[in-house]
């Protein structure tokens, strides 16, 4: 079955630092993959997503994420956080053909001024 | 500029009570789905659908129903609240249309508590 895994359930940064979210998936084939954010009490928002072509995506906020599929790796990176990108986010794969997303269980990202 | 919208943003239930989230979107899409999130657990999918007329379970389809009688609307019914469905509530469609088409676009969310 199609899993995904967030190993840091929280991560603390210092504004300024970069930062590294991991995602682990377990899919047979290629799969579809995704970053969202969510603020606190908001819906969640797509950052990036890759579906073929070029492993390293970009997205919006200055974020970008690399698909490694020798490690099934899909990480969230940014050079320099922001006060604002405190939130959580997820990362999603999508099976093809029933169109069904499988959502990690979150990191929550703190940002220390 | 709408997209998703759900209602109510917030709603408060006693156990046994029955209720129906709504959910519309205007995008055309032909995929919707119903995700709760409970701390720490992610999204977890409750039931989607297709197209019009076509449902399926997800994976905790237990305690809930949907239909789907039109393009744009897929409401989730409650049955007998349980304080076990006090959960964040978040409806989604996504085209399915090809490659480019496979992007989940999210409601607000619905903030649920049953007491």
């Known amino acids: 079955a199609q899993s995904v895994t967030q190993p840091d359930i929280h991560i603390t940064v210092s504004e300024g630092a970069s930062l590294e979210l991991r995602c682990n998936y377990s899919?047979?084939?290629?799969?579809?993959l995704f970053w969202y954010v969510q603020s606190p009490g908001q819906g969640l928002q797509l950052l990036l997503k890759?579906?073929?072509?070029?492993?390293l995506v970009q997205g919006i906020k200055g974020f970008e994420a690399e698909f490694k599929r020798s490690q099934s790796s899909f990480n969230l990176r940014k050079p320099s956080v922001h006060w604002s990108d405190a939130a959580e986010y997820f990362c999603?794969?999508?099976?093809?053909?029933?169109?069904?997303?499988?959502f990690g269980t979150g990191t929550r990202l703190k940002v220390l001024a | 500029n709408a997209g998703v919208t759900q209602t109510p943003k917030f709603r408060i239930l006693k156990i046994g009570q029955s209720m129906t989230l709504q959910c519309t979107q205007d995008?055309?899409?032909?995929?919707m789905y119903w995700y709760r999130q409970d701390p720490g657990m992610g999204l977890k999918l409750i039931y989607y659908s297709v197209g019009a007329g076509i449902t399926d379970k997800g994976e905790v389809p237990n305690g809930y129903n949907v239909s789907r009688s039109t393009t744009e609307d897929f409401p989730l019914r409650l049955e007998l609240a349980a304080p076990s469905q006090t959960s964040v509530y978040f409806c989604?469609?996504?085209?399915?249309?090809?490659?480019?088409?496979?992007?989940?676009?999210f409601g607000e969310g619905s903030w649920l508590t049953v007491v």
């Open positions: 999603a794969v999508a099976t093809s053909g029933t169109y069904k997303y499988i």
């Open positions: 890759y579906f073929s072509g070029d492993t």
């Open positions: 899919y047979g084939a290629t799969p579809y």
């Open positions: 995008m055309n899409h032909n995929y």
């Open positions: 989604a469609s996504s085209n399915g249309q090809g490659i480019s088409g496979n992007t989940i676009y």
